[in-house]
């Protein structure tokens, strides 16, 4: 085995204190809220990003929104020691995804949050498009069809398969399969 030539001195390895200190950091650089209480909801610690993102917490304790059905969550973190309680909080007009972890070596309860406003927004306005997109393909009483279409190698179309359609479609479907209909249907390159 080849010697090794590194010229940088020699580290001493990191004692408990060493591990301590940097272990204690992580929650202090950590961008969101990091919050521990005790189990009558006392504030034991809340980090920088805490204080930011929700100045009046510790002057509200549990009775800030953040905190909102405080004494449920410690009732179930109790009884369910396996895993941490997971929900989203609104926070005036922000919104927060929690995770509270009981510890029982400390008898306390230790919260993770993360700010999901943009997040929620964003899917909120995609649930609002998309219940406008349908009501508009359910109403309009001209055909409206959502079809795939299949290529061959040559990048021709073959074939099309519905994947939707809007009511009148439907009806002229049902009047077809009772015989009292006749559909012809046409394909191009542009369908």
């Known amino acids: 085995m080849p010697e090794k030539n590194d010229d940088r001195p020699s580290q001493p390895r990191p004692g408990p204190d060493d591990v301590i200190v940097r272990s204690s950091s992580f929650p202090e650089l950590d961008p969101y809220p990091v919050i521990e209480l005790d189990l009558e909801g006392n504030l034991q610690y809340v980090n920088p990003a805490t204080e930011t993102l929700l100045p009046d917490i510790e002057e509200e304790g549990i009775n800030h929104p953040f905190f909102s059905d405080w004494h449920r969550i410690v009732k179930d973190l109790r009884e369910n020691r396996n895993?941490?309680?997971?929900?989203?909080?609104?926070?005036?007009?922000?919104?927060?995804?929690?995770?509270?972890?009981?510890?029982?070596?400390?008898?306390?309860?230790?919260?993770?949050?993360?700010?999901?406003?943009?997040?929620k927004r964003a899917y909120d306005?995609?649930?609002?498009?998309?219940?406008?997109y349908?009501?508009?393909?359910?109403?309009?009483?001209?055909?409206?069809?959502?079809?795939?279409?299949?290529?061959?190698?040559?990048?021709?179309?073959?074939?099309?398969?519905?994947?939707?359609?809007?009511?009148?479609?439907?009806?002229?479907?049902?009047?077809?399969?009772?015989?009292?209909?006749?559909?012809?249907?046409?394909?191009?390159?542009?369908?």
Do not use: C
């Open 134 to 191: 349908r009501s508009l393909f359910e109403y309009t009483p001209g055909v409206v069809t959502l079809r795939q279409l299949l290529f061959d190698g040559n990048g021709e179309i073959i074939d099309q398969v519905l994947i939707d359609a809007n009511p009148p479609v439907k009806v002229i479907i049902i009047y077809a399969l009772a015989g009292t209909y006749t559909v012809t249907a046409t394909m191009s390159g542009n369908a």
């Open 83 to 119: 895993g941490p309680i997971v929900r989203e909080v609104r926070v005036g007009d922000n919104w927060f995804h929690q995770q509270f972890y009981f510890i029982p070596e400390l008898n306390r309860v230790r919260t993770y949050a993360v700010e999901i406003s943009e997040m």
């Open 125 to 132: 306005a995609l649930k609002e498009s998309e219940a406008k």
